[in-house]
C-alpha cells in the first residue's frame, strides 16, 4: 500500500473513534481522565529526564507529541490533506516517520477509547486503582508493547534523518509555504522533532541513551501493569501522580 493511502486509511480509523463518544459526556470524561492521567504519569516518570540540561527539550516532545492529552484533530486533517504531497517531496524516511506516527496515532487513540469504555472509577477506589483495574480489563498486551516500540521506532528515526544532509534546510525553507497552505500544525512537529534530536544528537550516544531510557522505564511499567499485585500497583501509580509539580497537573 502506498504510504499516503496509510496515512490517509490511519487518520480515518482516528476520526471514526472519535466520532464515538460525540454526544456522551460520561464516555468523553473518561476518555479525557485516561489521557490525562497517563500524561501526568509520563511527567512523573520521566522527572529527572525533564529537568536535564541534556534531554529535556526530547523528553518534552516525546510528552506533548506522543503522550500528551491535547487535541490533535487539527495536525490529523492537515496529515490527511498532505500525505500525497509527502510522499512525492520528502525523502524516504521522512514518509516512514510520517506512516509510523499516522499509525501510533490510530493505536493509541484504540487503546485510551478501550479504557475509556472500560473505565471503572466507582465509589471508594481511587483513580489510580480504576486505572490498574481498567488496564487489565483491556489487555491488549501485545499493542501495548507495539506501541510502545513504534514510539521508539520514531525516536530513532528522527535521530537518523538529523544525520540527512539537505533535509534542516529543506524543512526550514517549508515553513513559509506550510503555514499558507494551513499545514502550520505538521510543519511544527517535522521542524520540532528534528531540530529536537539534532540537538541531543550532537553529543555522541545521547540519542540511544535517551531512547534506552524510555524503553527501559516503560518496559518495566507494563509488566507491572500486567502482572504485579493490583493493590502494590495502584499505590506506586498514586505516588508517580502524586510528584509531579502542582502547575503540571
Known amino acids: 500500500m502506498q504510504a499516503s493511502n496509510q496515512i490517509r486509511e490511519s487518520i480515518s480509523r482516528v476520526v471514526a473513534l472519535r466520532q464515538k463518544v460525540v454526544d456522551q459526556p460520561d464516555l468523553a470524561l473518561a476518555l479525557h481522565t485516561v489521557k490525562h492521567m497517563q500524561a501526568l504519569r509520563f511527567s512523573g516518570t520521566y522527572q529527572d529526564l525533564l529537568h536535564s540540561a541534556s534531554y529535556a527539550a526530547c523528553a518534552n516532545f516525546f510528552l506533548e507529541e506522543l503522550y500528551s ?144 531510557t524510555v524503553k527501559a522505564r516503560e518496559s518495566a511499567l507494563l509488566d507491572r501493569l500486567f502482572d504485579a499485585p493490583a493493590a502494590a500497583c495502584a499505590t506506586e501509580l498514586s505516588q508517580t501522580l502524586a510528584s509531579v509539580p502542582a502547575g503540571k497537573a
Open 69 to 212: 492529552a491535547k487535541d490533535f484533530a487539527e495536525r490529523d486533517a492537515q496529515f490527511a490533506r498532505i500525505a500525497g504531497a509527502l510522499e512525492r517531496t520528502f525523502p524516504q524516511q521522512v514518509v516512514a516517520t510520517a506512516v509510523a506516527l499516522a499509525e501510533l496515532h490510530n493505536l493509541t487513540e484504540e487503546l485510551d477509547l478501550a479504557m475509556a469504555l472500560n473505565w471503572q472509577l466507582q465509589p471508594g477506589v481511587s483513580q489510580a486503582q480504576a486505572y490498574v483495574l481498567t488496564w487489565r480489563a483491556v489487555g491488549r498486551r501485545e499493542d501495548r508493547l507495539r506501541q510502545l516500540n513504534t514510539v521508539l521506532e520514531i525516536g530513532q528515526e528522527l535521530g537518523r534523518l538529523t544525520r540527512k544532509p539537505g533535509l534542516h534546510f529543506m524543512l526550514k525553507m517549508m515553513r513559509k509555504p506550510a503555514q499558507l497552505a494551513g499545514l502550520g500544525a505538521l510543519q511544527n512537529f517535522l521542524e520540532s522533532g528534528f531540530n529536537h534530536f539534532a540537538e541531543l544528537a550532537r553529543n555522541k550516544g545521547t540519542v540511544s541513551s535517551f531512547l534506552d
